[in-house]
């Protein structure tokens, strides 16, 4: 008998901690009955339905790139009805969730997959996955500015991790910055150049765990190669199935 997040994250509808969440909003049902208390076991042989669709383990494994344009949400559903990164990918008929999130008005390369080992791996802030951001922000950056966002610094309920933070252009009242993250925090960018008095004015990631957006049109998707998804996880040790990976210790 497994817990039935479990159950669900191994069949790839989301990752363990998403999981719980849909149990606990009335969305899973087991044998007809809707369940909402987390912890239950299931044997996996009961029919198991999510949204009421039935949900079996071991599906095969999706992992796409997309490049997200400004103007879709980063979830699966919309209470507002509004246009999801599902709405971009056509043709897949496992049912994908978006890794991590992108502002609404943020646009560059998020993962989809049904994988939710895989989207815990690249979720865990302790596997520190880098993620590159070009960002657009008012006014033109101290030394010091560029320090502070570099050092880590406090946006209200967080104090942020080491940067990396690299100028690439400048123009009347305006800076064209890359920083480099490896966290995720809810606006996390945006508000370290808030911290330092630069708002951003347009946001985009180009790159996650060093696969770049190179070659891949903003609203375009494609499958991640067995070398990327490779790349990925070879970044981590595993401790065995259902188990949480953590980075290798660097040389
Ligand atoms: N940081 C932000 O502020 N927004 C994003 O969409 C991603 C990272």
Not at 34 to 48: C, D, F, L, Q, R
Not at 145 to 152: A, F, H, I, S, T
């Amino acid at each position: 008998m497994i817990r039935l997040q479990k159950f669900l994250a191994d069949a790839g509808v989301s990752s363990r901690r998403k999981c719980e969440e849909l149990i606990l909003q009335g969305r899973v049902q087991v044998n007809g009955k809707t369940v909402t208390e987390p912890g239950t076991k299931v044997a996996g042989s009961e029919e198991i339905k999510v949204d009421g669709k039935v949900i079996r383990s071991g599906q095969k494994k999706v992992y796409i790139l997309l490049n997200k344009p400004t103007g879709y949400i980063s979830s699966v559903k919309d209470q507002f009805s509004r246009k999801t990164v599902i709405d971009l990918v056509s043709g897949i008929k496992e049912r994908i969730y978006p890794v991590g999130r992108l502002d609404y008005d943020t646009s560059g390369l998020i993962i989809l997959t049904n994988d939710g080992e895989f989207a815990n791996m690249l979720m865990h802030p302790r596997n520190e996955v880098e993620k590159v951001y070009v960002a657009e922000v008012q006014g033109r950056l101290s030394a010091d500015d560029v320090k502070r966002l570099e050092n880590g610094l406090d946006i209200g309920d967080h104090v942020t991790s080491p940067a990396r933070v690299k100028i690439i252009g400048e123009s009347a009242g305006r800076s064209v910055v890359e920083i480099a993250i490896h966290e995720g925090k809810n606006r996390q960018v945006r508000r370290m150049f808030e911290a330092v008095g630069h708002p951003v004015l347009r946001l985009k990631r180009t790159s996650i765990g060093g696969i770049t957006d190179r070659g891949l049109e903003v609203g375009k998707w494609r499958h991640l190669s067995e070398a990327e998804i490779e790349m990925l996880r070879s970044e981590y040790v595993s401790f065995g199935h259902g188990k949480r990976g953590y980075k290798k210790e660097k040389q």
